[in-house]
């Protein structure tokens, strides 16, 4: 008598695992990798907070700024992440000025950062 429920047991539990894998797999948010132009809205904010956070953190005498970007990857999954290259350059300016601020040329360009 015990072998006749061993069967309808064992498909019981099948079935509840395979519910619970399918649940679990309609929660994960569909993830989506695509390269973005530089232009795009969110990204300059992005460009911006990086920029400013950079040069708070910073060690060095003087500001940095963004030479140009070279990719940005936007990802999403349950939120939104931007991977992004980009090429920075040390100003003329010191840390946290950001009006008028050329890059730096010559003996000054020629130091190294750190």
Known sequence: MARTWQAPQLLLVIVVALVALSYQVRRKT???????PASETYV???????TSEFNRESDDK????????LKVKKLITDHMEYHVNLEMRR???ERLETKNCTFQE?????????
């Open 30 to 36: 569909f993830m989506s990798v695509q390269e973005v």
């Open 44 to 50: 300059i904010a992005t460009m911006k907070f990086v």
């Open 62 to 69: 003087y500001s940095f700024r963004i030479v140009r970007v």
């Open 91 to 93: 100003t003329t300016c």
């Open 106 to 114: 010559g003996e000054l360009y020629k130091n190294d950062v750190g």
